[in-house]
């Protein structure tokens, strides 16, 4: 990946599940999600975090004139599960800032292990040489000649 655009960090279970297992995810997830997991599968929890993370979504007890939104990225289950729990209620979906930056710091290692610099990859993920630096550090990451 060795264009200027910036990453931009997927919450798929199928990107996330290559760099940690589902334990790992838990422990990063804060304890709002969690108590999704008593109602909706890890895999649509992620969906939500994505696509309204950090953000309020309603919660309608009409299945089928409203939450069309919410029907679009999840299965007809789980949204009829999170209407019976939460009918009537906004639901806040948090950002799960930790489960973003260790995803984001797992990339950056994989891209620097196939060989892309810390100069592009501060210009890819919008970061500091030192910021970097640090990730590699934090991970025992060995840092290759530039």
């Known amino acids: 990946m060795e264009t200027n655009e ?3 960090i997927s919450f798929t279970a199928e990107g ?11 422990k990063l997830l804060p304890a709002s999600l ?13 969906v939500l975090i994505e696509k309204y993370g950090g953000h309020y979504i309603c919660i309608s007890s009409d ?5 069309t939104e919410l029907k ?12 019976e729990r939460y009918s009537g209620d906004r639901l806040a979906i ?10 984001r710091d797992q990339k950056i290692i994989q891209l620097h292990k196939s060989g892309v ?14 910021c970097i630096y640090y ?10 000649e530039q």
């Open 117 to 130: 610099t810390v100069v592009k990859l501060t210009q890819q993920f919008d970061l500091s040489e030192r």
């Open 135 to 144: 990730i590699f550090r934090k991970y025992q990451l060995t840092i290759k």
């Open 72 to 83: 679009k990225h999840l299965s007809l289950d789980s949204v009829k599960r999170l209407s």
């Open 16 to 26: 996330l599940f290559k760099y940690a297992s589902e334990e790992s995810i838990l």
């Open 63 to 67: 299945l089928f004139s409203n939450n």
């Open 94 to 103: 948090a950002k799960a800032q930790k489960l973003r930056c260790f995803l």
């Open 6 to 8: 910036k990453t931009q």
């Open 34 to 46: 969690l108590d999704l997991l008593n109602i909706i599968p890890l895999s649509e929890v992620l």
